[in-house]
């Protein structure tokens, strides 16, 4: 039975309201992952959930929380970068206050993966000690281009990119020598038959949860490899 979340509220950007969020931290956790929403689903979509009670499981806890356009009854389109990273910063700052000690990460699902990135290339994360990334927003659909990558150079901890061999927002001949380029900061963890949402075919042989419990093994094990 995975461990029940937590509900909380801390204070995010100055001009929205505070930030709803979920704690999930399972018995005997080794790390703290903050795992931020993408752009068109919200902290409870059924991937978010799945994925935090996979990461429970291999003993990773998650801090999961609201950009401010996804919160209340009407939605609206993504904020604007000022305020989605000051967003993400108060969520890793809260994370890294509940960790008691424990090693934090950051990163998270598409865009909210990306807007990690960019946080921690211009102003820093205090006290995180690597990003992991569910599918990297490289470029649009059916756009390839590598532009939406230049800041990863400026980035100084340790990367995980977990990419499926489907995604449409981020083709592997154009983010392997992006992940080359960053010499041994970056991971690449591919996910055969995956795609932007690591969601592979039925033919795959192998169920969601199962996809998703192997990729959860791996993040934690590549977490202890950066702690060691």
């Known amino acids: 039975m995975p461990t029940a979340p937590q509900a909380l509220t801390f204070p995010g950007h100055p001009d929205r309201p505070d930030v709803n969020a979920l704690w999930q931290r399972p018995r005997g956790a080794k790390a703290v992952y903050v795992l931020a929403h993408g752009a068109g689903a919200g902290m409870e979509h059924a991937f978010m959930v799945a994925m935090a009670d996979a990461l429970a499981g291999h003993g990773v806890a998650t ?34 206050r509940r960790a008691r000690g424990l090693p934090v990460f950051a990163g998270g699902k598409s865009m909210g993966g990306r807007m990690t990135s ?25 756009k390839p281009s590598d532009e939406r990558a230049t800041h990863l150079s400026d980035v100084s901890v340790p990367m995980l990119f977990v990419q499926g061999t489907r995604d449409r927002l981020a ?10 380029g960053l010499s041994d900061l970056a991971t690449l963890h591919i996910v ?3 795609d932007h949402s690591l969601a592979v075919p039925k033919r795959s042989g192998q169920t969601s949860e199962e996809v998703l419990d192997s990729v959860a093994g791996h993040i934690a094990a590549w977490m202890t490899s950066v702690t060691g």
Do not use: C, N, W
Request: no cysteine.
């Open 63 to 96: 801090l999961r929380f609201m950009f401010p356009y996804m919160q209340g009854e009407s939605r609206r389109p993504p904020d604007g970068e000022k305020i989605l990273r000051a967003t993400l910063t108060a969520a890793a700052a809260e994370a890294v």
């Open 118 to 142: 960019r946080a921690m290339a211009d102003t820093s994360l205090p006290d995180v000690e690597g990003l992991v990334f569910l599918g990297f927003p490289l470029h649009p659909a059916g």
């Open 171 to 180: 083709t592997l001949d154009l983010l392997q020598p992006v992940l080359d």
């Open 192 to 194: 055969d038959g995956g």
